[in-house]
């Protein structure tokens, strides 16, 4: 497997799989424990990574959101609790996940030290989120750890796409409307922004340049490697579903 085979295959589940843990009722309960409902946990537990940052700070991370319901859900979120400690919180509900659905499933310390090793190498130049995310420490036992590993190559590839986006020519609430034409008053927006007619090239565009970015961290890893890296994926994403 090329390693721009292994980002082809992999990415999309990663996607998924790291984003598992956001809405599911027992992170929302850890939400709620703190006065938060499940999207402002979403945003504060995510966002803050950042720090307490201006509302506008967390729009330029998130990419995809009406800067109106950014700010809306940023700043009464903050108002329950301190964002660095949401932070740390969502992750530690990420590792739980991890741990309900992941205990049964062997090799995960190879797919854990693959995750490690393209993280290691991935640039955080423009990709703020994403190294807000890695710089969170990780849980000791694997299944957790496992789970937060992916948590954490999804703002990667997550972050590099915002950039691709923006490089592309392509505004990010149109690149929504686009890929999530059912979503558009979830992000905030009151109705969807007009598609031209080029615009789907260019978030073609963006895709293959996502790509790119994150190729170069995926290429440290060697033919081992990126079969764990992958049987782990596909592991863990049987798992979620079982």
Not at 4 to 28: D, R
Request: overall charge negative; charged content about 20%; aromatic content about 8%.
């Amino acid at each position: 497997m090329t390693p721009a085979e292994l980002v082809s295959n992999a990415c999309p589940k990663i996607g998924s799989i790291g984003a598992a843990f956001y809405f599911i009722p027992e992170t929302t309960g850890r939400g709620k424990e703190h006065g938060l409902d499940g999207f402002r946990f979403y945003f504060l537990g995510r966002g803050g990574v950042l720090g307490d940052v201006d509302a506008k700070v967390i729009q330029s991370a998130f990419g995809y959101f009406d800067g109106a319901l950014v700010a809306k859900m940023w700043n009464s979120a903050k108002e329950k609790m301190a964002p660095r400690d949401a932070a740390h919180l969502y992750f530690e509900c990420a590792a739980d996940l991890g741990r309900r659905k992941f205990s049964g499933i062997a090799g995960l310390d190879a797919y854990c030290a693959a995750a490690e090793k393209v993280i290691a190498a991935a640039h955080p130049a423009s990709l703020a989120l994403f190294a807000g995310t890695a710089a969170e420490p990780l849980a000791e036992d694997l299944p957790a750890r496992a789970m937060q590993l992916t948590a954490v190559l999804r703002e990667y590839r997550g972050s590099a796409h915002l950039t691709a986006v923006v490089a592309s020519g392509l505004s990010p609430a149109v690149a929504h409307a686009i890929k999530r034409p059912n979503d558009v008053t979830t992000f905030g927006y009151a109705e969807a922004p007009a598609i031209g007619e080029g615009d789907q090239a260019k978030l073609d565009a963006a895709e293959q340049l996502t790509d790119a970015i994150v190729l170069t961290a995926y290429r440290v890893l060697d033919g081992a490697e990126a079969d764990a890296l992958m049987a782990g994926v596909n592991a863990m994403e049987a798992a979620l579903a079982s």
